[in-house]
């Protein structure tokens, strides 16, 4: 079956339109995964793993699902000249269609490489890396045009400081770009304030429910919104399990949407899942009720999975998860009417989808079926297998992936 595109924003782009949707920068990482171990080893001991992947990670997790969505997304990365930045390289251009036009392959510089070992739910991980050769404002000099770029905000390289140099998202936001803005685990404890200052030239911030507490000084993830809410236009929290609220004063929209029940795996890469549903939602003007429940289910269906980047949904998932939801919401009792009534505005999005559109590398360490729910079709659970698609080898991923 021939992959296709689907371009979520075919109504809004113009001969005069900026180039890409997405622009990226940072580390990529060769992550191997291995799964489905019973314990961690021991010292002096070998265990064996029912399943392992390979698939780049860090920064391209966020690529590989912005591009998986339909966004024309443009990455800024370092790659080494080694194997493992063959791989990374051929399987962002290649396989996930992220341009790499502003990245650069560097001579003996050994590719960053993250081994992650899954036990019972949790990871653990052991990463080994070097500094970039260069630094991303060199790398990357004038960024393309772009109708979105998503940072980190960090005291190493502050937005909006005036006796800084001037960075590549903030020269992307003087040609018209909108700054996504998240932020990382502080493990020195310290989460300071300041950093939020940042927020002025960004128009969306999106971090965590204990990160917001922490970095707001507030006790709830709502009180946390509202402090937010008064640095930047769109505020946004996400709480896992317990669904994700925000406010836009741009619509003057407020929003909370509970998050799909499912049976989470994996949560490596969720947030950066969610960051990128919420992106696309955002560039294509939808209610804010819906940005935050396309976000949701974009998660849910990553979580499901083992592998990061590999687990990133496409519009064919996508289109598969609600075509299962709508079939079973008048026999599923309370839970499934609820989701069916929330996810309607899907009606006018899924039709559009093609036959064969984009999915996720499903064969390479994949566990369980999209939905939380027995198949009206199948009559399966979702930790059973499922049947491919007519005509399809059971063995053969859709997307192509790196697998043993």
């Known amino acids: 079956m021939s992959v296709q595109a689907y371009d979520p924003l075919a109504g809004e782009r113009t001969p ?23 314990a961690m080893p021991a010292a002096g001991t070998e265990i064996w793993a029912e399943g392992m992947g390979s698939c780049p990670g860090g920064i391209a997790n966020l690529a590989i699902a912005t591009s998986r969505l339909g966004l024309r997304t443009s990455l800024a990365a370092a790659f080494g000249d080694d194997d493992y930045g063959d791989f990374c390289w051929r399987t962002l251009e290649q ?14 510089w050994h590719s960053p490489v993250t081994v992650s070992m899954a036990v019972h739910r949790d990871r653990s991980m052991v990463t080994h890396g070097h500094p970039a050769p260069m630094p991303a404002n060199e790398m990357i000099g004038k960024p393309p045009p772009s109708r979105a770029v998503i940072v980190t905000l960090s005291p190493e390289e502050p937005l909006g400081d005036p006796d800084a140099a001037c960075n590549w998202a903030e020269l992307a936001h003087r040609e018209g770009a909108l700054i996504f803005a998240d932020v990382g ?30 970095y707001t000084g507030t006790e709830t993830p709502r009180d946390a ?41 994996d949560p490596t890469g969720a947030g950066d899942v969610f960051g990128a549903g919420f992106v696309l939602g955002t560039l294509c003007h939808w209610p804010l009720d819906d940005r935050l429940a396309f976000a949701e289910v974009c998660a849910a269906l990553a979580v ?10 496409g519009w064919g998932d996508i289109a598969d998860w609600w075509h299962e939801v709508r079939a079973a919401a008048d026999h599923s009792g309370a839970y499934g009417s609820s989701l069916a009534r ?18 996720r590398a499903v064969a390479t360490i994949a566990r369980y079926a999209d939905v939380g729910m027995t198949s009206p079709a199948s009559g399966k659970r979702p930790d059973e297998p499922h049947s491919p698609p007519e005509g399809e080898d059971p063995d053969t991923p859709r997307v192509p992936a790196q697998k043993e």
């Open 185 to 214: 685990w502080d493990p020195s404890g310290a989460w300071p304030r300041s950093l939020l200052d940042q927020l002025g030239v960004c128009h969306a911030f999106m971090p965590n429910a204990t990160e917001a507490m922490a």
């Open 16 to 38: 005069e339109g900026p180039q890409f949707d997405v622009f990226l920068a940072g580390t990529v990482f060769l992550d191997i995964i291995f799964t489905g171990l019973p």
């Open 342 to 359: 929330r996810y309607a505005f899907l009606d006018r999005l899924v039709p559009t989808v093609p036959v064969g559109a984009v999915r």
């Open 304 to 313: 499901q999975q083992f592998g990061g980047s590999l687990a990133a949904p």
């Open 225 to 265: 919104l509202y402090a937010i809410a008064d640095k930047v236009p769109l505020a946004v929290v996400t709480d896992g399990a317990n669904g994700a609220m925000a406010i836009d004063s741009t619509t003057g929209e407020e929003a909370f949407v509970p998050a799909p029940r499912v049976t989470a795996l």
């Open 95 to 108: 396989q996930e269609s992220v341009d790499l036009s502003r990245s650069q392959r560097f001579e003996h």
